[in-house]
DNA sequence: TCGATCCTGAACACTCATGTTCAGAATGCT
DNA sequence: AGCATTCTGAACATGAGTGTTCAGGATCGA
């Protein structure tokens, strides 16, 4: 997927994320006639993606909070691609596009206060970042093989709420 | 300076990083024959003075965590450079010296621990990253202008710690 | 004032990613 | 088999960034 190298390698060839997507530098530009194009459509998928995370979390009663960290951490590479490319800080559409996300994030972090799931003492712009920020420092160790995917979200929420109950048993230091 | 347009731009002309600095292209040539060499210099200057920051506030006794994150935050950018330059992540030798400052501040955290000042249920590691995710995320939005610099180092240290305490006044959302 | 040092603008060659075109191969559908 | 669609490899032009050189100007101390 060109997402995974453009993380890796922001400023990567194009004939090199061709070759990565399996297909001939030729097909991808028939596709995306220009480099901005393929960086703008692999953005806008990886909103895409997050926006489905987070609305999909979204929905149903319980604990929302456990169920849209649990669902961004598996998309962590879209997180980081956008996180990673100042380009997009300049562009007015899809930084209009972010915000509307963030603000569905931050509505489901209203939910998660009114639960008592999340403490409602910071500020929600905070808790919104730290929740990205966190959830992408897990992604990019499950990535290094430093942390089991199934433990990350517990880990996340641990930091976020000060639940200690979320801690994974596997990964406690009781000493 | 460098770190700031790089920051900004990673993928920066010589020509533009050079005119932020205020000398000539010919100049800086001459200074860095290379732009790897310049991006080296770069980095190795952020790694130290981030390696100064935190080997600066484990000095003194008491509240080293609070000093650790006070100490970080100004230093936002060098870390946000390091962070988003992934070409960094495969260079041997500069992988090395940061795994080293990730010790030091391991080392910090806990002395924090045993302070008492930050709770021992997460791994140490987690706690590494975690601190310096939210310190950057702190920075950015310092940059960006929604947060006081003097009322970061308590948010960070909110999130982190659950210290409701240290949560700046003026940002708490009482209601 | 002289000399040393550093900086500067301009010019140049060179490399490399990009974007385009096109003829032919591969694939799939009827 | 015939046809349409898509993909492919190669070639090419172009532009931009890079690295180099150099003659001249600015700065500063002796």
Redesign the interface.
């Given at each position: 997927m060109a997402t995974d190298v453009l993380?890796?390698?922001?400023?990567a060839t194009l004939a090199a994320i061709a070759s990565a997507a399996g297909v001939s530098r030729t097909t991808l530009h028939s596709h995306y006639p220009t480099r901005q194009a393929l960086l703008r459509a692999v953005a806008e998928r990886a909103m895409r993606v997050c926006a489905e995370a987070i609305s999909g979390a979204a929905e149903g009663g319980g604990d929302v909070l456990a169920r849209v960290v649990a669902a961004l951490v598996p998309v962590g590479a879209h997180l980081a691609f956008l996180w990673?490319n100042?380009?997009f800080?300049h562009d007015p559409e899809l930084g209009a596009r972010w915000l509307e996300i963030e603000g569905e994030l931050r509505d489901v972090l209203e939910v998660a206060r009114e639960e008592g799931s999340l403490?409602?003492?910071?500020?929600?712009?905070?808790s919104v970042?730290?929740l990205?920020?966190?959830v992408?420092?897990a992604s990019?160790?499950i990535f290094l093989g430093?942390?089991a995917p199934l433990d990350a979200p517990g880990?996340v929420l641990?930091?976020?709420t000060?639940r200690?109950d979320a801690?994974p048993a596997r990964?406690?230091?009781p000493?």
């Amino acid at each position: 997927m060109a997402t995974d190298v453009l993380v890796a390698e922001p400023g990567a060839t194009l004939a090199a994320i061709a070759s990565a997507a399996g297909v001939s530098r030729t097909t991808l530009h028939s596709h995306y006639p220009t480099r901005q194009a393929l960086l703008r459509a692999v953005a806008e998928r990886a909103m895409r993606v997050c926006a489905e995370a987070i609305s999909g979390a979204a929905e149903g009663g319980g604990d929302v909070l456990a169920r849209v960290v649990a669902a961004l951490v598996p998309v962590g590479a879209h997180l980081a691609f956008l996180w990673r490319n100042p380009s997009f800080d300049h562009d007015p559409e899809l930084g209009a596009r972010w915000l509307e996300i963030e603000g569905e994030l931050r509505d489901v972090l209203e939910v998660a206060r009114e639960e008592g799931s999340l403490s409602a003492d910071l500020p929600d712009w905070w808790s919104v970042h730290a929740l990205f920020a966190l959830v992408y420092v897990a992604s990019e160790n499950i990535f290094l093989g430093r942390l089991a995917p199934l433990d990350a979200p517990g880990l996340v929420l641990a930091t976020l709420t000060s639940r200690r109950d979320a801690i994974p048993a596997r990964i406690g230091r009781p000493r």
